[in-house]
């Protein structure tokens, strides 16, 4: 699976975007972009994801470049509740019996404030 | 449906000591996984199955075993518990990409582990 890099931390007021970005520059053409998010002493939650269209949830929003090299993450109003640590995780899609293993990367972590 | 249960979920052990950390999913998940994370740390991937009677190692297999006798259960042993292995542990599991919940992994509650 190819390598993410995301900033270790950010900060964002409550009812303001969050735009968390990652980098994922050697992606392969069958690689998929997950985020999820992992808030305090829980297990991470699935939130996104896409291959190379942008997307849109109850949850968030992912916006991927043209070329694939990098996404934003982006939660519309942040709220307190949404402080948590962000995984951007780059895997291939398998439809079949297999699939690669989930690696997760150091994340980033998000901090809302009133 | 109870989804991903681990026990225990606080543990203390003597250096030396071997224990078996029980994961069990009931949702009919092919894949199954344990996770390490370690305090300011993302988490990192110990070993892994596809389905029954397949196991492989992830990132930092060294000091644990793994075995996967039946589609429901995972259970995660340390041989010989050192110290650098305090740590959370979270169980995982998921189903085949293209079934309706396929995008989603399922993470148990962590299990909360010191060697001393």
């Known amino acids: 699976d190819a390598k993410t890099t995301q900033p270790p931390s950010m900060d964002c007021a409550e009812g303001r975007a969050a735009n968390l970005p990652c980098n994922h520059s050697?992606?392969?053409?069958?690689?998929?972009v997950y985020w999820y998010r992992q808030i305090h002493s829980q297990g991470p939650q699935y939130i996104i994801h896409?291959?190379?269209n942008n997307e849109t949830n109850e949850m968030a929003s992912l916006i991927i470049t043209e070329d694939r090299k990098s996404s934003t993450l982006i939660l519309p109003h942040a709220t307190l509740r949404d402080t948590a640590v962000y995984y951007c995780?780059?895997?291939?899609?398998?439809?079949?019996?297999?699939?690669?293993?989930?690696?997760f990367g150091q994340g980033t972590i998000l901090t809302v404030h009133p | 449906n109870a989804g991903v249960t681990q026990t225990p979920k606080f543990q203390v052990l003597k250096t030396g000591q071997s224990m078996t950390l029980q994961c069990a999913q009931d949702?009919?998940?092919?894949?199954m996984s344990w996770y390490r994370q370690d305090p300011g740390m993302g988490l990192r991937l110990i070993h892994y199955?596809?389905?029954?009677?397949?196991?492989d190692q992830g990132e930092v297999p060294n000091g644990y075993n793994v075995s996967r006798s039946t589609t429901e259960d995972f259970p995660l042993r340390l041989l010989s518990a050192a110290p650098s292995q305090t740590s959370v542990y979270f169980c995982?599991?998921?189903?085949?990409?293209?079934?309706?919940?396929?995008?989603?992994?399922?993470f148990g509650e962590g299990s909360w582990l010191t060697v001393v």
């Open positions: 949702m009919n998940h092919e894949y």
């Open positions: 050697t992606i392969s053409g069958n690689e998929y």
């Open positions: 995780i780059v895997r291939v899609f398998s439809g079949g019996t297999s699939y690669g293993k989930l690696t």
């Open positions: 896409g291959l190379k």
């Open positions: 995982a599991s998921k189903g085949r990409d293209t079934s309706p919940s396929g995008n989603t992994i399922y």
């Open positions: 199955s596809v389905g029954a009677g397949i196991t």
